[in-house]
């Protein structure tokens, strides 16, 4: 099914919350959901896999974002933001998110793979 709904990332590396010698490696990101369907959409629930740089995977499955349930109109956005600690001092996530239309349909919102990177490995 090609899904309505479109989803931009921005991510940013917390150095006044990272510990490197701890292995503690703290990022934020914000998320932007976008309804570019015809139908009012809800997000239900999260599906995230996280991945650091030496490969051990974390999956992490919840209800909704930050505690919410967006219901997003035809055309509407919801951005929210959230953070990951890793072991490692990069990392990538994907996952997807599972929305209800409102005809009842549900379907998942694949979120494209994006980097943890702190600023200072970047070219």
Request: no cysteine; aromatic share 8%; hydrophobic share 35%.
């Amino acid at each position: 099914m090609n899904h309505p709904i479109d989803i931009q990332v921005k991510t940013q590396y917390l150095a006044d919350q990272s510990v490197p010698a701890d292995d503690r490696f703290v990022f934020s990101y914000t998320i932007t959901v976008t309804n570019r369907g015809s139908e009012r959409a809800q997000l239900i629930s999260r599906h995230w896999v996280i991945t650091d740089g030496n490969d051990a995977v974390q999956e992490v499955k919840g209800t909704g974002v930050v505690g919410q349930q967006p219901t997003l109109e035809p055309g509407a956005s919801y951005t929210y933001s959230s953070g990951v600690v890793l072991a490692t001092e990069t990392g990538t996530m994907t996952g997807s998110y599972q929305m209800r239309l409102s005809s009842g349909d549900e379907f998942d919102a694949p979120i494209p793979e994006f980097a943890l990177v702190p600023p200072h490995l970047l070219h």
